[in-house]
Nanobody, 116 residues
C-alpha cells in the first residue's frame, strides 16, 4: 500500500518560515521524482517545486528564492523549506510522486496559512 504523508503545515505570520515534510512508503522512493503542489481556495492546483531522481530541482516563479525542495532517499522523505512566507502562499500543500512508467500518487495535503 502506497502512502504519502505530509506534515509541518500550520499558521504563520507573513515573513515567517515553515518546513514541510512528506514521508513515503510502499514505493521505491529513490526512483521517483517528487513534487510539491498547492491549491488555494477557488484556484487550480499548481506546481510549487519538484526534485528529480538525480537531484535536479525546479520551482514556480512565485516561490523562487524563497522555497527550497530537498529529498532524503535514506529516509524516503521529501522536504519543502518555505521562507519569507506571504499571505498569497496560503493553500493546502500536497506531495506527489511521479514516475514515467508507473502511476502517480498524492498525499492527503497539509494546510498552510500565512497571516498578514
Amino acid at each position: 500500500q502506497v502512502q504519502l504523508v505530509e506534515s509541518g503545515g500550520g499558521l504563520v505570520q507573513a515573513g515567517g518560515s515553515l518546513n514541510l515534510s512528506c514521508a513515503a512508503s510502499g514505493i521505491s522512493f529513490s526512483r521517483y521524482t517528487m513534487a510539491w503542489f498547492r491549491q488555494a481556495p477557488g484556484k487550480q492546483r499548481e506546481l510549487v517545486a519538484a526534485v528529480t531522481t538525480s537531484g535536479s530541482t525546479n520551482y514556480a516563479d512565485s516561490v523562487k528564492g524563497r522555497f527550497t525542495i530537498s529529498r532524503d532517499n535514506a529516509r524516503n522523505t521529501v522536504y519543502l523549506q518555505m521562507n519569507s512566507l506571504k499571505p498569497e502562499d496560503t493553500a493546502v500543500y500536497y506531495c506527489k510522486s511521479e514516475h514515467p512508467y508507473f502511476r502517480d500518487y498524492w498525499g492527503q495535503g497539509t494546510q498552510v496559512t500565512v497571516s498578514s
